[in-house]
């Protein structure tokens, strides 16, 4: 059974850094894209960052130059390098990989910045 492991968030003043990181356990195979995805109390959960297996990246417009999403394919890990967090940037993250028959999510690690 394949489970997507998250660490890496917490609490951070404005202005400062956090690196997620997710990484799968179990045997999965021909992962097409890794992403991260967002959701804010009462809001809708959101696309930050998608990266594929040929290594082309999606942002959302809000972390444009701010975030960077990379992957290690020979360890089926994802990472979200988050700089210049904001207060708007608080949310509960979640990881997300996808095969060609298969969808895995997270269970989520809360990034709250503080103003």
């Known amino acids: 059974q394949v489970q997507l492991v998250e660490s890496g968030g917490g609490l951070v003043q404005a202005g400062g850094s956090l690196r997620l990181s997710c990484a799968a356990s179990?045997?999965?195979?021909?992962?097409?894209?890794m992403g991260w995805y967002r959701q804010a109390p009462g809001k809708q959960r959101e696309l930050v960052a998608a990266?594929?297996?040929?290594?082309?990246?999606n942002y959302a417009d809000s972390v444009k130059g701010r975030f960077t999403i990379s992957r290690d394919n020979a360890k089926n890990t994802v990472y979200l390098q988050m700089n210049s967090l904001k207060p708007e940037d608080t949310a509960v993250y979640y990881c997300?990989?996808?095969?060609?028959?298969?969808?895995?999510w997270g269970q989520g690690t809360q990034v709250t910045v503080s103003s």
């Open positions: 990266i594929t297996s040929g290594g082309s990246t």
């Open positions: 997300n990989f996808r095969t060609t028959s298969e969808e895995y």
């Open positions: 179990g045997s999965i195979f021909s992962i097409n894209a």
